[in-house]
């Protein structure tokens, strides 16, 4: 039996998935394994290198004369410079100029007598024929492997947070109604402007088409205006969900519409007819035969709304605001980091954080995403 040969474009195709799932996956799981490291590992070695040891060189400023204990004739210091951290010591030094100049277990001689041994687990001993004097402690540099180790330390500290669970809960209030509304409204206007005759429904594609290209910043403030004063006078306040869900419906619309519209003008004609003389109404050929066979359009959109509505930060901060109680997950991170400015494990954790959902989303719908994308792309009517 011969078998087919690939043909050169088939083979760049398949190059090019597998280019764009590595340049996908791999950044995200360096997110993954940066997120389960301490601050200390992330500073020292990339991600990659998380299971193997990592080398750090440091200093540890031993305690001053209040630590010290009389052995004998002599005074003690003594300790572990990891302060019950783990790791392993692999050279060590008293000048910042030679950092590595002793081994572990080697003792360092220092002035007046005194003496330093450090080991390779980190304990110190610090000797002296008579007692220390002086406000400070001596200096040790040393150079440490420290071994690989993982935690959900960051997780907890991120989860634990104040607020986060409401953040938490503010995001799915948010993004599950303008996903769904958008699309709702989307396919009645996508099978009326595919299968109704009406006049004006060519300006009206075109209109959409237009919309496409205005960008969201450029007409946010317009739309809050128009919004504040409709509430005015009707008593509705300004900072409420049913604000942000009317804002993404609207910035979410133009695109589901186009999408739709040309999913729908592709189906069988055949079908309608038939329909049409059984004497199905077009309420009806839209409920029992558009929307099933239009599923892997609605579910592209779906991921692309979700995705867009779950990590906002603008809209929601204008038309929802800032407060404890409004305040999405992406804020509520941002609010968390602008804290802790320097913890980078925080930085990666909050990162995961907030894909997690969308990640869910995707994987769950992502066998209708390239279908219904194609299918909305290259059909018309």
Do not use: C
């Not at 007598?113 to 024929?129: A, H, I, M, N, Y």
């Not at 969900?241 to 419906?249: K, R, S, V």
């Amino acid at each position: 039996m011969r078998t087919r040969a690939l043909s050169p474009l088939s083979i760049a195709v398949h190059l090019s998935v597998l280019v764009l799932v590595v340049l996908w996956t791999v950044p995200t799981a360096g997110l993954l394994i940066s997120s389960l490291r301490d601050k200390e590992q992330i500073s020292a070695s990339g991600w990659w290198t998380a299971l193997t040891s990592a080398s750090r060189k440091d200093i540890f400023r031993a305690p001053g004369p209040e630590a010290q204990k009389q052995e004998g004739a002599e005074w003690v210091i003594s300790g572990n410079i990891f302060n019950g951290g783990s790791g392993h010591v692999s050279a060590f030094g008293t000048s910042s100029l030679k950092p590595e100049e002793f081994t572990p277990g080697a003792t360092a001689e220092l002035k007046d007598g005194q003496k330093l041994t450090v080991s390779e687990t980190g304990d110190f001993r610090l000797t002296s024929p008579q007692s220390f004097e002086g406000s400070r402690g001596q200096r040790i540099f040393y150079t440490a492997l420290t071994p690989p180790r993982f935690s959900f330390d960051n997780y907890r500290t991120v989860l634990t947070a104040e607020g986060i669970g409401q953040s938490f809960l503010n995001s799915l209030t948010v993004a599950v109604p303008s996903t769904i509304i958008p699309i709702l409204v989307a396919a009645f206007a996508a099978y009326a402007l595919a299968w109704m005759k009406f006049p004006g429904r060519s300006l009206l594609i075109a209109a959409i088409v237009g919309l496409l290209v205005v960008p969201l910043q450029m007409s946010l403030i317009p739309l809050l205006k128009m919004y504040n004063g409709v509430g005015a006078f009707f008593g509705v306040p300004s900072k409420t969900y049913l604000g942000i869900w009317l804002a993404h419906m609207g910035f979410g619309l133009p695109l589901a519409i186009y999408l739709l519209r040309n999913y729908i003008a592709g189906l069988p004609k055949e079908i309608m007819e038939s329909a049409r003389v059984d004497g199905a109404t077009d309420f009806e050929i839209f409920v029992k035969i558009v929307l099933p066979l239009s599923y892997p359009a609605l579910a592209s959109f779906a991921i692309f709304q979700f995705l867009w509505t779950w990590n906002d930060l603008l809209v929601a901060m204008v038309f929802l605001g800032t407060g404890n109680e409004e305040l999405v997950l992406t804020g509520r991170l941002v609010n968390l980091l602008g804290s802790r400015g320097a913890n980078w494990e925080i930085l990666t954790a909050s990162a995961f954080i907030t894909i997690i959902v969308p990640l869910l989303v995707f994987f769950t719908l992502q066998r209708y995403l390239v279908r219904g994308l194609l299918a909305g792309s290259v059909k018309g009517g």
